[in-house]
């Protein structure tokens, strides 16, 4: 039971361009979501996250907005750039701070 | 500051040995965390402890077991390793607080085991 969906395996965009990062959950008691960065051989990072209370948040060039009637989250990265070439895992929680992880999203921004 | 730090980096084990898999963290975080990434999969919490001397079991558990005797470390055993345990295992720690103004888990670089 897969209670955090990411979609699409992989997303191409070109530099300069919008990146745009989906999510979709099932469990309407998570109250907190987060979206982590991942290089190869490296552990994931945090990147930025939204409480349920809230339905947008910015932190320079990224924003996260939630949906909550359609339980969905997204990400956009404007502009991109090459160096956000990673995995990028949206997560969600409900306690303890116990993440559940979706399946990520390669992202690749060419020059 | 280290962060949180895994040893060892790889390993390779053959079916039915034991191992086991440190995490050590210099935060002085309550929490800590071990989780397996598989591809396709995502990140899967493995168990995890809310501070010294205690445990408890995440989503996938089984084949696993783990210690926090002391606050800064956690260690994850495989009493006897099977293929499919084959896996990048990753360390996280956390602040019981720190969640509610935008903090979060930080991970360890990883570890990585193949089961032969």
């Known amino acids: 039971d897969q209670q955090v969906k990411q979609n699409s395996p992989s997303l191409s965009v070109q530099e300069g361009r919008i990146s745009i990062l989906n999510c979709d959950y099932t469990?309407?008691?998570?109250?907190?979501f987060l979206w982590y960065k991942k290089y190869p051989a490296e552990g994931p990072t945090f990147l930025i996250s939204?409480?349920?209370?809230?339905d947008k948040n910015e932190d320079g060039r990224f924003t996260v907005f939630l949906n909550k009637s359609a339980k969905h989250l997204s990400l956009h990265i404007v502009p991109s750039q090459p160096g956000d070439s990673a995995v990028y895992f949206c997560?969600?929680?409900?306690?303890?701070?116990?993440?559940?992880f979706g399946t990520g999203t390669r992202l690749l921004v060419s020059p | 500051n280290a962060g949180v730090t895994q040893t060892p980096k790889f390993r390779v084990l053959k079916t039915g040995q034991s191992m086991t898999l440190l995490c050590a963290q210099d935060?002085?975080?309550?929490?800590m965390y071990w989780y397996r990434q598989d591809p396709g999969m995502g990140l899967r919490l493995i168990h995890y402890s809310v501070g010294e001397g205690t445990t408890a079991k995440g989503e996938v558990p089984d084949g696993y077991n783990v210690s926090r005797l002391k606050k800064q470390n956690f260690l994850l055993g495989l009493e006897s390793a099977a293929p499919s345990q084959t896996s990048v295992y990753f360390c996280?720690?956390?602040?019981?607080?720190?969640?509610?103004?935008?903090?979060?888990?930080?991970f360890g670089p990883g570890t990585r085991l193949l089961v032969l």
């Open positions: 939204i409480s349920s209370i809230k």
């Open positions: 997560a969600a929680t409900g306690g303890f701070q116990k993440l559940v």
């Open positions: 469990n309407s008691m998570f109250d907190y």
């Open positions: 996280a720690s956390s602040s019981p607080d720190r969640l509610m103004v935008g903090e979060t888990q930080y």
């Open positions: 935060m002085n975080h309550e929490y």
